[in-house]
């Protein structure tokens, strides 16, 4: 027997759309170090250098926090917005009244 869905259950849940309404929605919840080395247009290699246990001091690049599954880095879509909203940079030729 086949599994139909009911019209009363497809209005009940709100699309992602509905229910994220940032601009980054298109997102992942949980990024990889390759996404992440596109989105900053950074090299693959100095997020893993950064995220290894030496952490090698030559590679002058901060990131947003990270975790470990086993040997995997990943980064949180959360902690990757408030790292970018925390290194916004203001121009000091804005008055502020906009």
């Known amino acids: 027997?086949?599994?139909?869905?009911?019209?009363?259950?497809?209005?009940?849940?709100?699309?992602?759309?509905?229910?994220?309404?940032l601009p980054t929605s298109n997102m992942k919840e949980v990024l990889t170090p390759e996404d992440l080395a596109e989105l900053f247009g950074i090299s693959v290699w100095t997020i893993y250098s950064k995220t290894s246990r030496r952490n090698r001091p030559h590679t002058n690049v901060d990131l947003p926090k990270f975790f470990k599954i086993g040997k995997l880095v990943r980064f949180a879509k959360k902690d990757v917005l408030e790292f970018l909203d925390s290194r916004k940079k203001i121009d000091p030729n804005q008055t502020g009244d906009d």
């Open 1 to 21: 027997m086949p599994i139909t869905k009911s019209r009363a259950l497809e209005r009940a849940i709100p699309s992602a759309a509905e229910t994220d309404p």
